[in-house]
């Protein structure tokens, strides 16, 4: 079975700061992990996606990601935030069956 | 674009009543979802369904739940005798693929149960 972790419920940042948001996943085979933002009042829209190419995956929207097995993490990075980020974030693993789940969600605020 | 459409954007229904939440997949998609977001709680998954039948299910999707795909378009789910914690954003989603393939989302159904 897989699961992902989100460290902080909450982040806010200031406008132009690093943006760095946690994910560290279970898996019992080798995951395929993925980056979903959610603005207000909308469905979830897809950022970004490891699929055991590249460990790092650059995303729409100025984010990356860095996959790294040993430590079980996919953390979401941006080197400068912009008010616009402010949405909720989701990270997601699948094995690869039907079977996405997703983490608990980071809030992510920009303040100006 | 193609995009994965719902509807009704919003439902508002009695407790004990049944409602049908409809969704239209994206057309040469092959791999169909419904999640449900609780407010201010995590999306969680209830079903998938593929080639006409459920692939997998949760434990949240019991037997008040049901889903189909009546017309080769549309694939619906069904809540039998709504509770009131069965509030939540309904999601669909498709995919084209299984291994590796991201979600596309639909923007979701507000259900909420008097």
């Known amino acids: 079975a897989q699961s992902v972790t989100q460290l902080g419920s909450h982040v806010s940042v200031s406008e132009g700061a690093l943006v760095l948001l946690r994910c560290n996943y279970s898996s019992s085979v080798p995951p395929y992990l993925f980056w979903y933002v959610q603005y207000p009042n909308q469905g979830l829209q897809l950022l970004l996606k490891y699929t055991s190419a590249a460990t790092l995956v650059k995303g729409i929207n100025g984010f990356e990601a860095e996959f790294k097995k040993s430590e079980t993490s996919f953390h979401l990075t941006k080197p400068s935030a912009h008010m616009s980020d402010a949405a909720e974030y989701f990270c997601?693993?699948?094995?690869?069956?039907?079977?996405?789940?997703f983490g608990a969600g980071t809030r992510l605020t920009v303040k100006p | 674009e193609p995009e994965v459409t719902q509807t009704p954007s919003h439902q508002v229904t009695q407790m004990g009543q049944e409602v049908i939440l409809r969704c239209v997949p994206i057309?040469?998609?092959?791999?169909f979802y419904w999640y449900r977001q609780i407010l201010g709680q995590k999306v969680e998954f209830l079903v998938s369904?593929?080639?006409?039948?459920?692939?997998?299910k949760s434990e949240i999707f019991d037997d008040q739940f049901s889903v189909e795909r009546p017309d080769g378009s549309n694939f619906t789910l069904k809540i039998r005798s709504t509770k009131l914690e069965d509030s939540a954003m309904y999601f669909c989603?498709?995919?084209?693929?299984?291994?590796?393939?991201?979600?596309?989302f639909g923007s979701g159904t507000q259900l909420s149960v008097l």
């Open positions: 057309s040469n998609h092959l791999y």
């Open positions: 989603a498709s995919s084209e693929a299984l291994r590796g393939e991201e979600l596309f």
């Open positions: 369904f593929y080639n006409n039948e459920i692939s997998e």
């Open positions: 997601a693993v699948s094995g690869g069956n039907n079977d996405m789940r």
